[in-house]
């Protein structure tokens, strides 16, 4: 959506009008605190230099509890004079700004010193009361989101520019601090009507201090979530090194990838249908999809059926280990390396590589090791002529005790095989894109706002 050039015309004609309303309304006695008028003004123009970019993208500062100050003990026409001088010392890049910060805060601020002197007048209670204070916690609430509705039309009006999204964004988080920050502010009235106007000097003080911790605070947050982001693109830039790995392999044997995706599915059925922990699951996933990577050290003739000569042998059985090395490299890979590195291991120690026996081969590695079995025997473009899932499961039970854990081998049988469908148990379709996504989505499971003070000019200025 384009700007409008008539939103300077419409901001003077507000700042008129509001101009005229703060000069009818204006009394004497608005005047008869100048201790009180400069200090608001003093403390105003302190909180307006400490802006804070929050993770959105949107300028705030903490001049809300200054203003609301104002409202309370000065009267329209001073507290136009403080928005007039804190606009002009914001320094905004263009006359439309610089007119629309000045009608914003013009409008706002007067219309929230009326409202503080009708609920002093109507009522009849005064800032000393303790029931004043929930006058001040509404006024506070009342003019911070006038002040962010005109806000955000006069920027959409001025320049097509949205920020409905950033409040979306943030809305929890800053209604939550500036409820917090209305209460002070009503604590803070009813000390100054109490004690004295030298008090705000104090409290400005803690303002400009909590300025600087806010401040503080979010830039963390930028940092962190720009450490995540940067995170998640090199992880990204990981998997597709595996990919890449992967695809390389598939172009030279066209079973690895769907044998990989088919191996992920089977292992974590396997560990859900064990009991294992949801972490657990998602783990043996991760090492199943990759399980195969270390093939890449596999000569062509290697990957076509046939004897293997002794020497070629001897190169299958280094894979878990050559596999193992190239996710080791992946950061938080140590225990999917481990994993994949045992996974041709047996039962009764005659595996490879280490010869691991029993309980030494890592849980997650002996479902493994059931699932690459079965697929590669079901496997319509297995190394071998697929067979039935009858006769694979018959040389499963067969084997079992031996070569792979005979528990795990019924609970694959009773409780996977025999509840999933057909489709599930080895077919075209399963595809290791899919299987990629779910690792991608599950990986953190096993891997071991200070919000804004206030929405104003300075948020024109960033735009």
């Not at 046939?306 to 070629?312: A, I, Q, R, S």
């Not at 029993?358 to 493994?368: C, E, K, Q, V």
Request: glycine residues 6%; negative net charge.
């Amino acid at each position: 959506m384009k700007g409008s050039r008539y939103a300077p015309m419409c901001a003077f004609l507000v700042l008129a009008a509001t101009v005229a309303v703060a000069v009818a309304t204006s009394r004497a006695d608005d005047w008869n605190q100048p201790l009180i008028l400069v200090l608001v003004a003093a403390l105003a123009l302190i909180a307006d230099r400490y802006e804070v970019t929050t993770p959105t993208g949107s300028i705030v500062v903490a001049t809300h509890p200054a203003f609301v100050l104002g409202m309370v003990f000065l009267g329209p026409a001073p507290m136009l004079v403080i928005g007039a001088l804190v606009t002009v010392t914001a320094g905004a890049k263009t006359k439309a700004r610089i007119l629309g910060n000045t009608a914003v805060y013009a409008a706002f601020l007067t219309v929230g010193a009326l409202l503080a002197r009708v609920a002093h007048e109507s009522l009849g209670v005064t800032p000393s009361s303790a029931w004043f204070a929930l006058v001040v916690v509404g006024l506070f609430i009342v003019t911070w989101a006038l002040n962010v509705v005109l806000l955000a039309g006069y920027l959409r009006w001025l320049e097509g520019l949205r920020i409905d999204r950033q409040l979306a964004a943030t809305w929890r988080p800053l209604l939550s601090a500036h409820l917090a920050l209305a209460c002070a502010t009503a604590i803070l009235v009813y000390v100054v009507a109490t004690v004295g106007a030298a008090v705000i000097a104090l409290c400005g003080v803690i303002l400009v201090a909590y300025s600087r911790l806010q401040r503080d605070l979010l830039q963390a947050e930028r940092h962190a979530e720009t450490a995540r982001q940067l995170a998640a693109q090199a992880q990204e830039q990981r998997d597709g090194l595996v990919r890449i790995i992967l695809d390389f392999l598939d172009a030279r044997d066209q079973m690895t990838a769907r044998h990989s995706a088919a191996v992920a599915r089977y292992a974590r059925r396997i560990a859900e249908a064990a009991g294992r922990p949801l972490a657990e699951q998602r783990l043996v996933h991760t090492a199943a999809l990759y399980h195969d990577v270390g093939k890449v050290m596999f000569a062509d003739r290697m990957f076509k059926a046939g004897k293997l000569t002794d020497e070629e042998w001897e190169i299958v059985k280094r894979h878990p280990e050559r596999g193992a090395e190239l996710v080791g490299h992946l950061p938080n890979h140590d225990e999917v390396a481990a994993i994949i590195l045992a996974h041709h291991e047996r039962i009764d120690g005659r595996g490879y590589p280490h010869g691991l026996a029993g309980a030494d081969i890592p849980l997650l590695s002996r479902m493994i090791s059931i699932a690459d079995t079965y697929d590669v025997m079901t496997g319509r473009d297995s190394y071998r002529e697929p067979v039935s899932s009858a006769e694979a499961i018959e040389e499963l039970r067969r084997v079992s005790g031996s070569q792979l854990d005979a528990e795990l081998v019924e609970v694959f049988v009773e409780r996977v095989l025999a509840t999933e469908d057909v489709a599930f148990r080895h077919g075209d379709d399963a595809d290791f894109e899919a299987e990629l996504e779910v690792e991608r989505s599950a990986r953190g499971a096993w891997r071991p706002l200070v919000p804004p003070t206030e929405l104003a000019p300075p948020a024109l200025e960033a735009a």
